[in-house]
């Protein structure tokens, strides 16, 4: 007799089963091995149950849901493609073709490549009167403001938009344009966390609310801006964690929290000027999540914004949206992420962290007594050693490099200032090329067993743009040693298995010439002493940080060359 998939039913497993059956799994390691830390400090488990998140939450989880999907401004979000141009006539050409082809909201960074002149701000006029847009300005005395003085006063009600400025600007007869802005973006292109962003986000609200006569018409012109980075679930839980936060934050001004926008772009922070079509899947990453976590706004950058975009980079990333939001049906949910365990608990966690800075901050009299930027710089110092170490992958740049990449010379200045986790990377590359440095990888024995070091190296060796000459493995040492004594490089890696490497490396240092610095791969904690004494340079092994080793190996080429 044959059953249906509805007919059969699964046996439920406790969470206790589930750790039996994942230590053994485990094979010695310590079951905690399968919990991590976020950069937050915050921990992920291996498994989230519902019981584990009532405990957790309890009563409070119906009501983090039901706050998120109450302060939820929209359940879609608008498509808000930048425009560039290289002079006047091309910016407004770009302006007419993005709208053509399903841009919804006009986004200029006043800071252009032409100058906003007389002429210029009233050809910009009857866009900003008949669409919604985004404007960045630098200043309360930006040029680019004037064009509000431009806009035909019996229309100006209807303008609809938003200003990003570094100080509030006041426009009171255009009641649809929000000019009160907590924007974290340059905290977060400095390297800030998500508890910071969030914490930061309120207390730059908490500033203006409390300078403001009345909160619900503070919070009517009021939006927040976030920078949404490659981290999927955690960025997911930062939006809403905010929503959940907004209401506690009205709760304390006395008033009944309403939904306020979140305007989000895409974060270049993790962006590389190596391999950029990597910077296009990062990109819809993150974009993807801001719709999932509940953006109303979305900018999104192409993947060559660092240099110089294209008509065609322009066009894919203004598609990442719109297939974001017209094919991937995620709005056709309202918080699609709700209810989920995992984000439910981060989201928890996000709160409860974030609200706690946020006092802090307040007790201390604002974010610059507090001294958010130097705690900021400590967390960006932690991120540059997670990806100089590879415990923070960073695809094409320090993890499957590739070493033939070349950059253009550009420089976009728009994202010049932003402290991208590439960075130390991109420089090696340029140290490197300037040296010349020929490398090579000695293997020894057979393929299979040298491989998989040999390919570790070669794999170093890339995220510093060099393709190292491997040799086909020696038989015997004295074969090896030959080879060494004619050798035409300047830095030798010996890739070979631990057992052959300790029988090589002694017979290799005998005679070897001064002008080959030589490395071992692998960690020889016992060796180690004795080899370095006899004239090895170091080790290469996995955990190491690439960087320092590599500028190391650098100057150790150019001390033995002098």
Known sequence: MSTTMKEIEFQSVSYDQWQQEAVKALKGKPFESLFTKTIENITLQPLYTQDSLIEKLGDQLESQVSTIRSLTKSSGFDVAQQIVGTDEASFFANIDESLARGNQMITINSPASFEWTEQVLGQLVPYLSENSFKITIQSSEDVLLSVFDKIDETQRENVNGYIVAPVAVELPAYPNVRTFAANTITHHNNGANVVQELAIALAQASQMATEADDFKAFEEKFFVQF????????????????????????????????????????????????????????????????????????????????????????????????????????????????????????????????????????????????????????????????????????????????????????????????????????????????????????????????????????????????????????????????????????????????????????????????????????????????????????????????????????????????
């Open 227 to 562: 920078a949404v980075d490659t981290q999927f679930f955690l960025e997911i839980a930062k939006i809403r964690a905010f929503k959940v936060l907004w209401k506690a934050f009205a709760s304390a001004f006395g008033n009944e929290a309403s939904a306020v926008p979140v305007v989000v772009e895409t974060s270049v922070r993790s962006f590389s000027k190596y391999d950029v079509y990597v910077n296009l899947l990062r990109a819809g990453n993150e974009a993807f999540s801001a719709a999932i976590g509940g953006a109303d706004v979305i900018t999104v950058h192409p993947h060559d914004c660092l240099t110089a975009i294209s008509e065609q980079s322009v066009r894919i990333a203004r598609n990442v949206s719109l297939v974001t939001k017209e094919e991937s049906l995620v709005l056709n949910v309202l918080d699609p992420s709700g209810g989920s365990y995992f984000i439910e608990s981060l989201t928890a966690d996000y709160v409860k962290e974030a609200w706690a800075l946020f006092l802090e901050i307040e007790k201390a009299g604002g974010l610059s007594a507090y001294g958010i930027d130097s705690k900021i710089e400590e967390v960006y110092a932690t991120r540059i050693g997670q990806v100089e170490t590879r415990k923070h992958s960073l695809i094409g740049t320090n993890i499957y490099a590739n070493p033939t990449d070349e950059i253009s010379t550009d420089e976009n200045a728009q994202f010049a200032a932003v402290k991208r986790i590439a960075i130390p990377f991109e420089d090696l590359r340029e140290n490197f090329a300037q040296t010349g440095l020929k490398s090579a990888i000695l293997t020894f024995g057979q393929l299979k067993n040298y491989k998989p070091r040999a390919d570790f190296v070669q794999g170093f060796f890339a995220t510093a743009g060099v393709v190292a000459h491997q040799t086909e493995g020696f038989q015997t040492i004295e074969e090896a040693k030959a080879w060494l004594d004619t050798a035409a490089y300047d830095y030798v890696v010996v890739a070979a298995t631990d057992d052959d490497t300790k029988a090589l490396i002694p017979a290799l240092l005998e005679g070897k010439k001064a002008s080959i610095v030589l490395d071992a791969a692998g960690k020889y904690k016992e060796e180690q002493d004795a080899w370095l004494e006899a004239g090895l340079n170091g080790f290469i092994f996995a955990g190491q940080n690439i960087v320092t080793k590599l500028n190391d190996v650098v100057m150790s080429v150019k001390g033995v060359q002098q």
